[in-house]
């Protein structure tokens, strides 16, 4: 009977588990629904804000910006985004191997020339332990995406890039594409590609590649642009700068809302599956125990 009961401990310790990981399922699935209305939100204002730059730059306009200038790199600048907390599957441990082999890729520059700025708990103590010293907590950015704390961020990279304290800023994180499909994404924030080609390219891709932008093709723009095309160039920049970082954080935030709740439903699948084996045990466990008694009455009564 001792095994009978430790199997009966073992399926209600399975089934407290999945009433947490169930619950936890639900919580991820009720903030991910506010990500992606939050995305929604914003990523019209963020398309048409790139749309206009890139249709812009499409022209044979000349202009210079020093957030566009490609020079040798000798420092670096890493922004890399994961969550605060774990339970979201190998959300965090792919961020943390993407780091570590980009901190690897440019590892003769030295530690010194080269800045993380790790966005979330876990990618903090990731680059401690991969040796690299953060620069600064931005752990409520990870938890709450603010547009305002994202400025301050954005702003202190341009300004590090325009004085040339660093050479290059990156940036890693997740991509949201659906609920199931999260992709880990790694690309250049400063300097800016002014490829119109590419620029443009982008654009399309970011818009889905809607009527009206295909409607543009094959047009040639011809702004006129006042009161210069310098300042036009220098006021719309960082506001484009200080969108692409935003939309980073929210993609990053709403990409662990979807891990986690896939996460947590697989769990709570195999916590079925686990109380399922373990009842067909109770079961055969404890027919087989009534049968032993079974025989031992009959073979005393035999007696």
């Known amino acids: ?28 699935s009720a903030k991910l629904h506010k990500a992606q209305a939050r995305i929604s939100n914003m990523l019209p204002y963020q398309q048409k804000l790139h749309g206009i730059l890139t249709r812009f730059l499409s022209t044979d306009t000349a202009f210079r910006t020093p957030y566009t200038e ?9 922004v890399v985004c994961s969550s605060n907390s774990a339970l979201c599957g190998a959300f965090n441990a792919n961020i943390s191997k993407m780091l570590e082999s980009t901190l690897e890729a440019y590892r003769s520059l030295g530690k010194d020339n080269i800045f993380v700025y790790p966005i979330g708990k876990k990618v903090e103590t990731a680059t401690r332990k991969l040796g690299y010293t953060p620069q600064g907590s931005f752990t ?26 660093i050479d290059r800023v990156e940036l890693i994180y997740h991509h949201f594409k659906s609920t199931g499909n ?21 654009s399309k891709e970011a818009e889905g590649e809607n009527k ?26 960082p506001r484009t700068l200080n969108q692409k970082l935003y939309t980073m954080l929210a993609d990053s935030n709403v990409s662990e809302h979807a891990a ?16 399922q084996d373990l009842t067909k045990q109770y079961n055969k466990s404890r027919q087989q125990a009534i049968t032993n008694e079974l025989l031992d009455i009959v073979g005393g009564s035999m007696k």
């Not at 990870?142 to 954005?154: D, I, N, R, Y």
């Open 182 to 202: 999260q992709v880990l994404t790694h690309e250049t924030f400063l300097p800016i590609d002014l490829n119109a080609e590419k620029a443009e390219g982008e």
């Open 140 to 165: 409520e950015l990870a938890e709450k995406p603010s547009f305002a704390g994202t400025v301050q961020l954005s702003e202190l990279l341009m300004k590090q890039f325009a004085e040339k304290q």
């Open 260 to 275: 986690r709740m896939l996460a947590m439903q697989t769990a709570t699948d195999n916590a079925n599956t686990l109380i």
């Open 212 to 237: 009206e932008t295909a409607n543009t093709q094959g047009y040639t723009n011809d702004y006129i642009v006042e009161p210069s095309v310098e300042e036009f160039v220098t006021a719309l920049l």
């Open 1 to 28: 009977m001792s095994s009978l009961k430790e199997i009966k401990n073992r399926i209600n310790s399975v089934k407290s588990t999945r009433q947490i990981t169930s619950a936890m399922k639900m919580v991820a």
């Open 70 to 78: 490609v020079r040798p790199v000798q420092k670096i600048a890493i």
